[in-house]
């Protein structure tokens, strides 16, 4: 079977040219540079030969090598390893290369060295494809003629195919034209070519090569919301504790530490403590930290404390205070120390130091949390992007995952999210997606649970409160803590104070109500992971029958904690043993419970056996306090329950006040399903209760013609009542269809002069214009024009049918344009019929546009009707409305549309009336932006002053910015490669020659900036960034304004930028061009 190997074709690109520059300029003998080229290129060569990285390699006459490796991951290494050269030369240290990189498959007899691997059919085969010659031929097409003279990738469409989704984000697709043929090759971002091979040789220096977790710590971490504390810490302290939750990210967080160092200069040491005899190790190699402090390195120690448990040792507790002051004495030294929330709290119990080691302690907790929503999405994105999990690209399935996320309890951790990105891989159905989500939520809420069952008793007894209840005063708890300690006979039980401090920084919260202290769990992860400890491997517990069991019982016996006991059973109920169980019999039996086990049985149905519930629903039924909650039950379960329970159910309920309204909905849902002589008793029933009436009124109208006499004539009597009236229109509107023409006419009629009803009647009007009979649809709309609650539904009807209506009908226009509720809406009415209006309604319109009630309404009409109203008429509503913030943006859309249509000195008030509202300013913005030269200096320096406050300053980098500009990099997603985009990147190219590095400021502050550079032949915009808080508003405009001039001014005959394919929109709103 034949073997796929890489294979990586290097020269030196302009060879004789450039060795003729330096020759001049440093006086040496050309020969001699060109040896220096290929001595340095031939070293690296050798080294990664050494290394064994490559399997073979060929050195050609023409000074270029092949080189050959037998994985992907190796041949970014290589090319990392190669370009990691100096020549010597100053202003030329770099020789520039061109890199090419194919596949071939050999069979066993290949041999890769030497001249033996040039005759292997497969290689020449690979070096016909010609594809570095191909880069250069495009690359001098798309450049005016210009010759590349910059080291240059190109990867062949096999290597691409082999790329893993995240690294295909560095290649750029290449349609070249060769003699009618077509040849697709891709070229590599150098940068992040670089970058990746920089992962690679990090994950040697810590200890993991093949590390398939760490190799995307530069782009598939997520920072937690301290992230930037955290830094700060480690950078001012020079030792950092990060603690908290388990599966949440402190290894990740400390190796990405290690990887920021690393690219600063740092050398990465990573202690390792993932098993116990490592972390001996590590506690040894801790205690002698003096040791490990050595210059320019980042030392990671493991988890010294213990794992899931701590692990006693009096020389580190002696010692700690020591080591901490040994740290920050170390200027160019930083120590990250991880440590699981609850092992690190022991430890700090335990020693016997005075200092306050909380001081270098940062949390990754799920109390805060350090990962809200939007982080957790972007962690699992970024999992199944590298991944390349089918889900991910199915709109679908992805909208499934990240809603069913959205939940705290699902994956709630990102080792949970890591983990399930790893087993959905090839998953493309939902019901498979599904149980993967449902598996690996469980397997984490296990997890803690292992944590919660290595605690001692008290602790394991206070939680459980919390797990039975999130609604129990900290008083309350309190008390019963004390009473059931005594009771459970527990030895060195805390007393309760000492218990709650310890458990308020990670898993619990204390939050005020009405006066009330409450404690409950900070994330319901906790009181998910509770579950698992009441039952292991089928059978109940110690920990579920000498503590949780005898709670409950406890609790019980108290008024206000019985209900919550309820729900707990019911929760759990096939976890527990049978005298707990018996709690809900016992319970329902209680008034002061009855509503709570109602709630707890109607909440759990499925998990009751049926003979249970079943009596509990028929005990609970005869009770006013559970009446409601038994209702919903049956509503929810209505086809679960035998007919025979459920119409006993239901006959009892209907004479509840407290169940009638959902009782007669289920009548309504299931009307057909309901044996004839219990629906009509039923409906007999409730039609006596005004909470009802609605849903009687719909079962009636749905089954008009199938049910008794006696119960139509129920909806003429139902409108006389005024708490009835709403739910009987609602019902007539909802079934319209369903009623005979002279039956709904009269009902409307009749309703239309209830105020209770006049909403639903106007509302039916307007969705059955043309099915109502005019005289009746007349009759309706005058009635109802003088209700409030119905103004803005008849103008809507005069509006949306005012060619069709009588004049006296029309004039209804006039009374509801007085109407706050229907002002809006009558406007586009008189706008879509302004030439058709007599005299005095046109004013009308112009009078409305001064009122603010009305001036959104005018705003959108005269948007969308422009071309209808007269041009003087439209710039005189629109000046008006540009002064009211309701009708703002309204305009600024009116004034974007219609730039070129306006007179120019309309659309200028208009810019600046509209400038000063908050609500415009984005638009403004885009029409600055976009029409920046048909826009008098005067106006466009008002606008820009009106827009940011003070006048936006376009100024040269200085040092001082880095942070801000780092900070908007993070927030825009473009700070993947620290190495290119990083402080000392930043700093370099303020220190070229040939580069532009611009910075925009409002109020002294960055809010954006450009980075570009003109080489003398070739000027290239490559990066823009605007703070999100300034986007636009024109800010990158200015920028790309900005570094065009400049480069005007330096004699550049074009400038090119590159771009995203998201960001193309922008650039060619700059009046760039996209080339192939």
Not at 220 to 231: H, M, Q, R
Not at 671 to 680: A, D, S, T
Request: proline residues 3%; glycine residues 4%; aromatic residues 10%.
């Amino acid at each position: 079977m034949n073997e796929k190997k890489y294979l990586i074709y290097l020269d030196i690109l302009g060879f004789e040219k450039l060795a003729e520059d330096i020759a001049k300029e440093k006086g040496i003998e050309r020969r001699l540079v060109r040896e220096r080229f290929i001595d340095v290129i031939k070293e690296r060569v050798d080294t990664i030969e050494a290394e064994k990285r490559i399997i073979g390699k060929h050195y050609g006459e023409s000074d270029e090598w092949l080189l050959v490796t037998d994985d992907l991951d190796k041949v970014f290494r290589v090319i990392s390893e190669i370009l990691d050269h100096n020549t010597g030369y100053r202003g030329y240290e770099k020789i520039p290369l061109e890199i090419g990189v194919g596949t071939a498959e050999y069979d066993k007899w290949a041999k890769f060295s030497g001249k033996n691997l040039i005759i292997e059919d497969e290689t020449i085969e690979l070096l016909k494809t010609y594809i570095v010659n191909y880069y250069r031929a495009w690359y001098k097409e798309h450049h005016d003629g210009q010759r590349i003279t910059s080291t240059f990738i190109v990867f062949t469409e096999l290597v691409y195919r082999d790329l893993k989704p995240l690294d295909k984000k560095m290649c750029r697709k290449i349609n070249y034209n060769k003699d009618k043929n077509q040849i697709i090759f891709f070229a590599v971002d150098v940068g992040r070519a670089l970058q990746r091979g920089k992962t690679f040789e990090f994950l040697e220096k810590v200890g993991y090569p093949d590390s398939k977790v760490y190799g995307r710590i530069d782009e598939a971490y997520v920072p937690p919301a301290n992230y930037e504390d955290i830094k700060k810490t480690l950078s001012e302290k020079r030792i950092i504790f990060i603690t908290g939750t388990q599966e949440y990210g402190k290894t990740y967080t400390a190796v990405r530490l290690m990887w920021e160092y690393y690219n600063e200069g740092y050398t990465p040491k990573w202690v390792k403590g993932g098993e116990e005899k490592e972390r001996i190790n590590v506690r040894k190699r801790l205690e002698n930290i003096e040791a490990e402090l050595k210059s320019n390195h980042a030392i990671y120690f493991e988890d010294p404390f213990g794992r899931r448990m701590y692990e006693e040792n009096e020389e580190l507790e002696r010692k700690i205070g020591t080591i901490i002051e040994s740290c920050r004495r170390s200027k160019d030294t930083c120590v990250i120390i991880t440590s699981r929330e609850e092992v690190f709290k022991e430890f700090e119990k335990r020693k016997p130091s005075q200092s306050d080691i909380r001081e270098y302690e940062k949390s990754l907790t799920l109390k805060r949390p350090s990962y809200d929503y939007e982080k957790r999405k972007e962690i699992l994105l970024k999992w199944a992007e590298n991944e390349d999990c089918q889900w991910i690209d199915n709109a679908d399935l992805r909208r499934f995952v990240l809603k069913a996320v959205k939940n705290e309890k699902v994956l709630p951790t990102p080792l949970s999210m890591r983990d399930f990105s790893k087993v959905t891989m090839y998953i493309d159905k939902e019901n498979q997606l599904k149980d993967k989500i449902e598996e690996k939520s469980e397997e984490t809420a296990k997890a803690f649970s292992r944590e919660i069952k290595n605690m001692s008793d008290d602790k394991i007894l206070f939680l459980s409160f919390l797990f039975i209840s999130r609604r129990f005063k900290i008083n309350f708890v309190k008390t019963m803590y004390e009473k059931l300690v005594k009771e459970l006979n527990l030895t060195n039980a805390w007393e309760f104070d000492r218990v709650l401090n310890w458990f308020k920084d990670d898993k619990v919260n204390v939050c005020e109500h009405a006066g009330f202290e409450y404690v409950l769990f900070s994330h319901s992860l906790y009181s998910e992971a509770l579950k698992h400890l009441l039952v292991e491997d089928g059978y109940i517990t110690r920990i579920n029958k000498e503590i949780f069991s005898k709670l409950s019982l406890k609790l019980a016996e108290k008024d206000e904690a019985a209900g919550e006991v309820a729900r707990a059973v019911a929760d759990n109920f096939n976890r527990l043993p049978e005298n707990v169980r018996n709690l809900l019999f016992n319970l329902s039996e209680k008034d002061e419970a009855a509503g709570e086990v109602a709630r707890a049985v109607a909440d759990n149905f499925n998990r009751l056996p049926e003979n249970v519930r079943n009596k509990l629903l028929f005990n609970l039924s005869e009770k006013d306090e559970a009446a409601g909650e038994v209702a919903r039950a049956v509503a929810d379960n209505f086809n679960r329950l035998p007919e025979n329970v459920r119409s006993a159910l239901l006959l009892t309920l209907s004479e509840k006040d407290e169940a009638a309204r959902r009782v007669a909905r289920v009548v309504a849902d299931n009307f057909n399903r309901l044996p004839e002589n219990v629906r009509n008793k039923l409906l007999l029933n409730l039609s006596e209760k005004d909470e009802a009436a609605g849903e009687v009124a719909r079962a009636v109208v749905d089954n008009f013609n199938i049910v008794p006499k006696e119960m139509r004539n129920l909806l003429f009597d139902f409108p006389q009542k005024n708490e009835a009236a709403r739910e009987v229109a609602r019902a007539v509107v909802d079934n319209f269809n369903s009623l005979p023409e002279e039956v709904r006419s009269e009902l409307l009629l009749t309703l239309s002069e209830k105020d209770e009803a006049a909403r639903e009647v106007a509302r039916a009007v307007v969705d059955n214009f043309n099915s109502l009979p005019e005289n009746v649809r007349n009759k309706l709309l005058l009635n109802l024009s003088e209700k409030d609650e119905a103004a803005g539904e008849v103008a809507r009807a005069v509006a949306d049918n005012f060619n069709s209506l009588p004049e006296n009908v029309k004039k209804l226009l006039s009374t509801l344009s007085k109407k706050d509720e229907s002002a809006d809406i009558v406007a586009p009415a008189l706008a879509r019929n302004f030439n058709r209006l007599p005299e005095d309604m046109k004013e009308l319109f112009l009078t409305l546009s001064e009122k603010d009630e009305a001036a959104w309404g005018i705003a959108r009409a005269v948007a969308g009707n422009s071309k209808r109203i007269p041009e003087d008429v439209r710039n005189k509503l629109l000046l008006n409305l540009s002064e009211k913030d309701e009708a703002a943006r309204e305009v600024a859309w009116t004034v974007s549309r219609e730039f070129s249509r306006l007179p120019e000195d309309v659309r200028n008030r208009l810019l600046l009336n509209l400038s000063e509202k908050d609500k415009a300013a984005d638009i403004v913005a885009a029409v600055l932006r976009e029409n920046f030269d048909k826009i008098p200096d005067d106006v466009r320096n008002t606008l820009l002053l009106n827009l940011f406050g003070q006048e936006l300053q376009i100024r040269r980098f200085n040092k001082s910015d880095i942070e801000y500009l780092v900070k908007i990099l993070t927030l825009n997603n473009q700070y993947n490669y620290p190495v290119i985009d990083g402080p000392n990147a930043m700093e370099r190219v303020a220190a070229c020659k040939a580069a532009v590095f611009l910075v925009a400021e409002i109020k002294e502050q960055p809010c954006g900036f450009i980075r570009a550079v003109y080489d003398g032949s070739r000027a290239l915009i490559h990066l823009l960034s605007v703070h999100p808080d300034y986007q636009h508003r024109g800010i990158g405009t200015a920028l790309v304004n900005a570094v065009c001039k400049e480069f005007s001014h330096q004699g550049a005959p074009s400038v090119s930028a590159t771009v995203t394919e998201q960001s193309v929109g922008f650039w060619e709103k700059q009046g760039f061009k996209r080339t192939p």
